[in-house]
């Protein structure tokens, strides 16, 4: 079982680092856990690491993992209940990150809706950021051999949720409209920024909440 954060370093700064280390502790205590590490601490660590790859612009993912019962400790002694269910593992991965060809935001990208749905509110909290995307990976299956850029996926009712990766944004007639966390969409960190943004310009924002 493990929860998981994707960050972005640009010019070695990590983008909203602590928003994103947040979001991640809510994601452990949906699933009754908790991080092995304060946030702060983990924040220092995280940016330690990134300095010591010597990277830039880098893509980051942070993991937080939970063995199951049949894990043994060190010295072959089995694990408490309380081990197993607090004593999570950090793991971090980094790795360059390539520019996307300018073509894409010259001339856009192709979207295809998926065919399967974001899961009910009932059978799985959207906020809880499980590296168990089942969801979404019998989605891409779903459309192997497309050509897409990203997949749209519908929630529950059939409302424009979010991609399988990110959040959605139309700009039309002076607004900015994005589907709301109340749609059963993750509560996207970027998203966030972009709306503070438009705010800031004094863009209309329908209600987001």
């Known amino acids: ?12 700064v990590v983008f909203q680092c602590r928003e994103h280390l947040e ?15 304060d946030l702060q601490t983990l924040q220092t660590w995280l940016k330690e690491s990134l300095r010591n790859t010597g990277l ?3 893509l980051l993912r942070l993991g937080v993992h939970w ?15 309380h081990e197993r269910g607090h004593q999570g593992r950090l793991v971090l991965y980094l790795r360059e990150f390539k520019c996307h060809p ?10 295809k809706t998926a065919t399967r749905r974001r899961w009910d509110f009932n ?22 051999g497309t050509k897409a850029h990203e997949l749209v996926f519908f929630g529950p009712r059939g409302n424009v949720a979010e991609g399988t990766v990110s959040n959605l944004f139309i700009f039309k007639r002076k607004r900015l409209l ?10 996207g960190v970027t998203r966030s920024v972009v709306i503070g943004l438009a705010n800031q310009r004094n863009i209309e924002v329908p209600d987001t909440s």
Not at 102 to 111: A, I, Q, S
Request: hydrophobic share 40%; aromatic share 8%.
């Open 102 to 111: 300018h073509r894409w935001y010259e001339k856009g990208v192709e979207l």
């Open 23 to 37: 979001r991640l502790a809510d994601s452990c205590r949906g699933i009754g856990r908790s991080l092995p590490v």
């Open 56 to 58: 830039k612009d880098a």
């Open 123 to 144: 059978a799985q909290d959207p906020q809880i950021k499980a590296s168990q995307f089942m969801n979404g990976v019998l989605a891409i299956l779903d459309t192997s």
């Open 1 to 12: 079982m493990s929860v998981f954060e994707t960050l972005r370093a640009y010019v070695g």
């Open 178 to 187: 994005t589907p709301a966390i109340a749609s059963g969409i993750l509560r």
């Open 67 to 81: 063995f199951d019962p049949s894990t043994f400790a060190q010295g072959g002694e089995p694990m408490s209940n």
